[in-house]
């Protein structure tokens, strides 16, 4: 059974930084690209990053470019999430998510959920 699980959510002002991390079992972590979605209390599902099997690419949409870090240990199969300068739009349940696929772009599409991890940036 394919269990993502996050941590390293909670509680920041805006301007500080969180490292979220995503534990992986059930699957050979190593063998799937990697990625970071979060959803806003009455918003859509939002992709936040991606990052290959390898981590020799990465991607992130202008929301989050610069100032959120995705990486991950294949040897720990473990996905972190950096985010810094943290904004109040930023306040989010943040999803670890692994697909088959690195797609193009923005489009990653997952076969495989966390159950998330609440951010929350006070202003």
């Known amino acids: 059974q394919v269990q993502l699980v996050e941590s390293g959510g909670g509680l920041v002002q805006a301007g500080d930084s969180l490292r979220l991390s995503c534990a992986a079992s059930?699957?050979?972590?190593?063998?799937?690209?990697m990625g970071w979605f979060r959803q806003a209390p009455g918003k859509e599902r939002e992709f936040v990053a991606k990052?290959?099997?390898?981590?020799?690419?990465?991607y992130y949409p202008d929301s989050v470019k610069g100032r959120f870090t995705i990486s991950r240990d294949n040897a720990k199969n473990t996905l972190y999430l950096q985010m810094n300068t943290l904004k109040p739009e930023d306040t989010a349940v943040y999803y670890c998510?692994?697909?088959?696929?690195?797609?193009?772009?923005?489009?990653?599409?997952?076969?495989?959920w966390g159950q998330g991890t609440q951010v929350t940036v006070s202003s």
């Open positions: 998510a692994a697909a088959a696929s690195y797609g193009l772009g923005s489009r990653f599409f997952p076969s495989y």
């Open positions: 059930g699957l050979i972590f190593s063998t799937y690209n």
């Open positions: 990052i290959d099997r390898t981590s020799g690419y990465t």
